[in-house]
């Protein structure tokens, strides 16, 4: 199968390399599996990567997203109340895959789901589906035995997060058993929250740089094309999550149902982000 | 993973140093939190080893809690019922009027300690919010209490009384705007205030160490208990018995009587409107184990791991989680947990107000109601020693709406 031989680190490790050849950072755009409804939901994520995403992270939906802010809950809340689950959320991936064969997919979430799937079946599951790697909030490597070893066993990227309150003492443990690039939240709090300054991601990202050479991706708080700009000149990737899924909202009728500028909207603003990203070290 | 109770030379050694007892227990939180729940682990191992930690301690539990409180036969009960002598354990004389505060006195004095500066906590029926409040008062620390909206609407004079305190309370309206939610809000609060606040987490869940931790400042129940039951009886009782919504005042209770095995245990969990209706809050019962809040444990969920909300008369039991020391006691056998509907909790609220002039808070009248059931198929040489965790003034405006009565 083509998607096993290209797909997992493999295809990660390809888009970093491509980026790295162009001179440029990566637009990492971030949306919840199901929201507003699968249907919508597909038809954004296929939108992305011509839009200008260079790797996707799809939420996966949760009822508890405690480290998340009002927009990704929101967004999880649509999702589950069209209907989203989990072998949905596989499905969705595995229809991508039949357009698209090399923009990595980075399933984010919580990590009941998961657990309550079965750890084995579900990486079986999301690695055939086309998934390249995970990020599970709720796991630090404290608990790398749950699911992080396995995923690394199966050929899948485990990406961590990094965080403000991650010292020199810490990152050690950190970027351990973790692959594909390194996550930083670049402020202590939910997401959609307040953003970094430009001194602190650049501290930070020196201090990352003595403990991995993997590529460092920098989200939270990122909205405007000049905010991904900013981050796209120190980091290899800027991610942006809450903006769009804030659009998605916003583009909603009365109801809450999706209208024909949902998919419209979304692309126009990942378009312009990766503007930004892209002209940045111009 | 479950092995007979007898093949343990002690219940009493767990959690291990990864914060697990057997495959419960853990700590499931985002990495940011992870610094500040070594730091706390650490500090507390530092605590526990310091006299005059406990020294200290031990002069607010004697003279402002007011401990210890005592051990009281409810002869008008154990009368009507013609079976078992019952004793309670009176939480309810504790200052605040619950057995929260015990674990708020150790937990604010390891805050200053650790030289945190601002203190948040969640709150169900808002027992733990008085109680945090009242030790924020007191040690002059600025505190924000994340409550449900749903909570905030049945527990009113409680949110007063948190506010007469000084405390901040925040409602909260995402998900079903009740316990859980508080938690998770509490939770984002936590991420986003990393360097100056204390999270005082008023049960025994949540990731490692909380759960060791509020066990261990709860345990004053059991231990005076133990003491008392000596006194009174000079013997230990056949069986204890405390209502379970985290499960912090029953966890105090039992442990130190794990170890005695004559000792039968009974945990009362919530049945809500009725197990087999779905609207209940019986987790170990009618769950199964997940990860939620922190650590694994027994969670009311659905077959793709979303977490269920769960459906109680009372604030303080309406949560879809347990504590993990808890589901591993249920999965060994030392504990026996069984479920009392919304129904059966109102009739011992009202019979225990009538037989011993003790109007219970809602919480606790779930285990009255589980002695009503089997203290009349006892002897009368039998003791069942319960955790009256409460008083139930908090409750009389949700029982009167209950019972129809328009205050």
Request: net charge negative.
């Amino acid at each position: 199968m083509s998607d096993a031989i290209i797909g997992g680190k493999d295809r990660i490790a390809k888009r970093f390399e491509k980026l790295r050849a162009e001179n440029r950072a990566g637009l990492v755009t971030f949306i919840t599996a199901g929201d507003p409804d699968p249907e919508t939901s597909f038809e954004i994520l296929k939108s992305l990567p011509a839009a200008g995403a260079d790797v996707i992270e799809l939420g996966m939906p949760f009822t508890d997203p405690m480290a998340d802010g009002p927009a990704i809950q929101e967004a999880s809340n649509r999702a589950l109340a069209a209907g989203m689950h989990m072998r949905k959320t596989l499905s969705l991936v595995r229809g991508f895959r039949d357009h698209d064969h090399e923009t990595p997919i980075i399933l984010m979430g919580y990590y009941n789901p998961i657990y309550i799937y079965g750890v084995n079946e579900f990486l079986e599951d999301a690695r055939n589906a086309g998934v390249d790697g995970l990020i599970v909030v709720d796991l630090p490597p404290e608990e790398d035995s749950e699911l992080c070893i396995p995923t690394v066993e199966k050929g899948l990227s485990f990406i961590r997060l990094t965080t403000p309150t991650s010292d020199d003492k810490r990152l050690p443990k950190l970027v351990q058993n973790t692959s594909g690039f390194v996550y930083y939240v670049s402020v202590a709090g939910v997401t959609g929250a307040g953003s970094a300054t430009n001194d602190q991601i650049i501290e930070a990202m020196a201090r990352l740089r003595r403990h991995t050479d993997l590529p460092i991706a920098v989200g939270f708080g990122i909205k405007t094309p000049s905010q991904a700009a900013e981050v796209a000149r120190e980091a290899d990737a800027a991610v942006v999550g809450s903006a769009i899924v804030s659009k998605i909202a916003e583009s909603l009728d009365e109801n809450g149902k999706a209208t024909d500028n949902t998919a419209l909207v979304v692309s126009g603003l990942v378009r312009e982000l990766a503007d930004g990203v892209r002209n940045a070290r111009k | 993973m479950t092995s007979a109770p007898n093949s343990i030379n002690s219940f009493r050694t767990l959690p291990d140093p990864e914060g697990h007892f057997g495959q419960f227990g853990g700590r499931f939180v985002a990495e940011t939190l992870m610094p500040l729940i070594l730091e706390l682990e650490q500090a507390y191992k530092d605590a526990r080893e310091d006299p005059a930690f406990r020294k200290e301690m031990d002069y607010f539990l004697k003279y402002y809690v007011s401990r210890p409180n005592p051990l009281y036969y409810a002869q008008g009960l154990s009368d009507h019922l013609g079976g078992a002598k019952i004793y309670f354990k009176r939480e309810d004389l504790n200052h605040t009027g619950a057995h929260k505060i015990n674990n708020c006195i150790g937990q604010i004095l390891l805050a200053k300690r650790m030289g945190k500066t601002r203190i948040i906590a969640e709150t169900g029926a808002g027992q733990h919010g008085v109680a945090t409040a009242t030790v924020c008062a007191r040690f002059g620390l600025p505190c924000t209490i994340y409550m449900g909206a749903k909570d905030i609407e049945r527990q009113s004079p409680n949110v007063f009384r948190m506010r007469l305190l000084g405390a901040e309370v925040k409602p909260v309206t995402s998900g079903s705007r009740s316990l859980k939610d508080a938690m998770n809000e509490a939770l984002r609060d936590w991420v986003t205030n990393v360097s100056d606040t204390f999270y005082i987490i008023g049960t025994v869940a949540g990731p490692h160490p909380y759960p060791e931790l509020v066990r261990d400042f709860q345990c004053v129940i059991g231990n005076e208990a133990k003491e008392q039951i000596l006194d009174a009886e000079g013997r230990l009782p056949d069986e204890l018995v405390a209502a379970v919504g985290g499960g912090s005042n029953a966890m105090g209770l039992f442990h130190p009587f794990l170890d005695d095995k004559d000792v039968a245990i009974t945990g009362v969990e919530a049945a809500g409107h009725g197990v087999h209706t779905g609207h209940h809050a019986a987790s170990l019962t009618a769950g199964r184990p997940g990860v939620l809040h922190g650590n694994r444990t027994y969670l009311l969920m659905d077959d793709d791991g979303q977490i269920k909300e769960a459906d109680s008369i009372s604030a303080g039991l309406d949560y879809p989680g347990i504590g993990p020391e808890h589901s591993w006691l249920k999965d060994i056998g030392r504990v026996n947990y069984v479920s009392i509907t919304d129904k059966e909790a109102l009739s011992a609220f009202t019979l225990c107000s009538e037989k011993e002039g003790i109007i219970p808070a809602l919480e606790c009248a779930h285990a009255i109601a589980q002695i009503i059931k089997t203290a009349p198929k006892m002897n009368k040489d039998q003791i069942v020693l319960m955790c009256l965790s409460g008083r139930g003034d908090k409750d009389i405006f949700t029982v009167a709406e209950a019972l129809g009565v328009k205050l």
